[in-house]
């Protein structure tokens, strides 16, 4: 046991750092403006310490299972963390613009910068990668049907219809998840795995010698690290408005922080996979939390909406509409021939500091 609480230093810190941000919300929310948002950095790092916790353990049990689930075990992770925050700060000071907002981020993040990064290092190193091209076909025309149908459409939906499309969306985003679903762990899982021969005998070698996995702790802090997670943000969120208040910043970036807090441990899992040589955990990691983000967050939030009665602004802005689909026909372009390069990766990198820089003016 003192060996686990060891390993999880990290999940304790922000333990006690929730503890501790209660009883102190309200001398950070009347000490000035810099004091809350210093006090809304430190939350943030503290969430990304539990969040790093989380996908450690989520992806102790994907390495437990294999592909496709272990991919979709990380994934969900990330998603589940970014809908409690989500939820948590809709809930203490609502913005019509954060879920859209988050969302749009959150596919950025994931396929222009985490697939973007990961092919240009991995092609630095080792040229060529191979994956399976039907895992990126799958995704792309996933990803976009979602997001056409949940976040361009509704621009051309009346206001005074808002709920009965609302309603629609849901039952279509779980439609599209449920065969998905279906798909990625049925009779089409092959489409998701990619086989490795010349990595067989060193991954044997490797489970061999791999500590045991203790099923019930992972899932256990998995669960617990999530608890944590909601109860930081819960202040985190009152002390970031508040630090951010008439000091300029962009709306957006909330959104991005929240997006990149989700998306944080992801990057190093897609890293270490694509210098690994392992480009297919790459592509699930980066498509299918970009696909998990649009398909799931979707649903909850909109159910959050029908609920409150208080509609979402999901319609992207037209510069997002833009980015997005150059985003998504560059990756049509780049993912059709089952290999990823150095020239491939920094179409998409580049089209992340694009991202950044419309952000950062407020586009």
Known sequence: MLTHLKQEKFMLLALIAAIAAYPLEHWMLHSGQLVAL???????????????????????????????????????????????????????????????????????????????????????????????????????????????????VPEFIPEADWKIYSAFTIGAMVVLYTLFLRMQVGPHSYFFSYSYPEKRRKKSTEEEHAPPVNLAFSIGTLVFGVIVIGALAEVMSKTLDLGLEGTGAPPVITAIVVAAISAAPEILTALRAALANRMQSVVNIALGASLSTVILTVPVMEAMALYTGQPFQMAMTPVQTVMVFITLIVSAINLNDGETNAIEGMTHFVLFATFIMLSLLGL
């Open 38 to 152: 210093l006090a809304g950095a430190a939350l943030i790092a503290f969430i990304v310490m539990a969040s790093m916790r989380v996908a450690h353990h989520a992806e102790q049990l994907a390495e437990k299972v294999g592909d496709p689930y272990g991919t979709m075990i990380l994934t969900l992770a990330a998603v589940l963390v970014e809908v409690v925050i989500l939820a948590i700060m809709m809930s203490n000071e609502p913005s019509p613009t954060l879920v859209r907002d988050t969302i749009y981020s959150a596919v950025m993040l994931d396929i222009n910068g985490i697939l973007g990064l990961a092919a240009l290092m991995g092609g630095i190193k080792h040229g060529e990668q191979s994956y399976n091209d039907d895992s990126a076909r799958t995704y792309s025309v996933m990803i976009l049907t979602a997001m056409g149908v949940s976040m361009v």
